[in-house]
Structures are given as C-alpha cells and as structure tokens.
C-alpha cells in the first residue's frame, strides 16, 4: 500500500493552465503504475492520463490528448499532470491513483483524496 496526496488544483479561466502533483511518501511509489481519474458532479469517475513504472510510456484519454502531459519523477517520489489550453468540461475532482497500471480504475488500489479544478468560461 502507499499513500498518495494531490495538490496543485484550483479556478482558471478556459484556455489556462495548471500543474496538478501526486507525491508519495514511499521510495516503492516507483513500483506503481500512476495515473490521474477525474470525476465531474454527476457523472462516474473517468480516467485521465497514465504512466508506467518507469515513466517512459504514457497513454490518455482522447480528451485530453494533445493538451495534458504526465509525468514522473521518481527521485521524488512525484507525478505530474500539465494541463495547457484547459476548457469548462474539464472541471471535475482530479485523483491521482497508484496501482498495476491501465486505464481501468479497477486496477488501482490506492486513492489520493483528490482536488478541484475549476475552469470558467
């Protein structure tokens, strides 16, 4: 198990940006597959964007492809979310998630507590 905190969430205004992190406190974060999952009031949780042990593969939701980059520094025990050219729907909670990988979030044990994006038109 690991436990996972995000941060970086907040409002801004469509077509700005924001960085949101996953940090761990644990040297293994570097076992884990990482991805980010959003959930929109009303709606089911939807992944995002993922990213191997090693950090050198990743893969997205054709709805962000192009405008959000993950990323991962393991000497920090840290991944990060991008987000450039933001748009009103993808306000939502953001969670970031740690587990074997995939973008099914079955496959994902630990849960971060999540945190607001907010984007106005």
């Known amino acids: 198990q690991v436990q996972v905190v995000e941060a970086g969430g907040g409002l801004v205004q469509a077509g700005g940006s924001l960085r949101l992190s996953c940090a761990a406190a644990?040297?293994?974060?570097?076992?884990?597959?990482v991805a980010w999952f959003r959930q929109a009031p009303g709606q089911e949780r939807k992944f995002v964007a993922g990213?191997?042990?090693?950090?050198?593969?990743?893969y997205y939701a054709n709805s962000v492809k192009g405008r959000f980059t993950i990323s991962r520094d393991n000497a920090k025990n840290t991944v990060y979310l991008q987000m450039n050219s933001l748009k009103p729907d993808d306000t939502a909670v953001y969670y970031c998630?740690?587990?074997?990988?995939?973008?099914?979030?079955?496959?994902?044990?630990?849960w971060g507590q999540g945190t607001q994006v907010t984007v106005s038109s």
């Open positions: 998630a740690a587990g074997s990988g995939g973008s099914d979030l079955t496959s994902y044990a630990n």
């Open positions: 644990r040297r293994t974060f570097s076992t884990y597959g």
């Open positions: 990213i191997i042990r090693s950090g050198s593969g990743r």
